[in-house]
């Protein structure tokens, strides 16, 4: 990943501290958060058109777990069900919008904030995977998920922009140098094992023409055969 250098971080943006913003997060239920200065993505991400139409600010990145502690097969003699990934088990995405609205307010309400600068974003059009990962949240596996500590890859990213300058000590971005896609996962091969039609593969890739949750977003219809 190519590093941007750092541009300074604008004196004049309302001042908030590091740990108040990742205190709100957890109190909102978010078990990982991590910040990141606008002014110091990676240029990939610096030059992205919807994030510098955001202007000056930084990006709130977190992950809303969605383990439950139940059955991945809840199918019964004579009442087969059909077997859903974790995060589709429930509206989690919404669930993500709704805690960080409640971050928002606080943080607009603490700061001076004029509540509609801030901009929350779930399942967006937004690399969300990639300033999760610049921010140092976690990293990408090879199976072409972010891998967070402590809740692997069982949870959705949620992010907000927020207009204000971030200070006091907080983790350190990875920015500058993110690791490449699968390579902190070392000699781990769970997940490629696990794939059922061989869709992932050893340095981080995915092929679409066999993953079943591609085939089956697609209005087309797709031969078994595949």
């Not at 190519?2 to 943006?13: F, H, K, N, T, Y």
């Amino acid at each position: 990943m190519r590093a941007q250098a750092a541009a300074p971080v604008s004196a004049s943006l309302p001042r908030v501290a590091a740990t108040q913003l990742i205190a709100l997060t957890r109190q909102a239920g978010f078990p990982e958060a991590r910040w990141i200065d606008r002014a110091r993505l990676p240029a990939s991400l610096a030059e992205h058109p919807q994030l510098s139409a955001l202007g000056e600010g930084g990006f709130l990145m977190t992950a809303l777990s969605c383990h439950r502690r139940e059955p991945a097969d809840l199918s019964a003699p004579g009442d087969p069900h059909a077997l859903l990934a974790p995060f589709a088990r429930r509206d989690y995405y919404r669930d993500a919008v709704a805690r960080l609205k409640d971050v928002v307010r606080a943080v607009c309400q603490s700061a001076g904030v004029d509540r509609r600068r801030a901009r929350i974003f779930c399942n967006s059009r937004l690399p969300e995977k990639p300033l999760a990962a610049a921010a140092g949240l976690g990293f990408m596996g090879k199976n072409t998920l972010m891998i967070v500590s402590g809740l692997g890859s069982l949870f959705v990213i949620a992010g907000v922009f927020l207009p204000v300058r971030a200070e006091g000590e907080r983790p350190t971005p990875q920015a500058a140098g993110a690791p490449a896609v699968g390579t902190s996962c070392g000699a781990c091969r769970a997940c490629l094992e696990a794939c059922p039609v061989g869709a992932l593969s050893e340095a981080g890739g995915l092929d679409a023409t066999r993953c079943l949750q591609a085939l089956a977003g697609r209005a087309e219809a797709f031969s078994t055969a595949t």
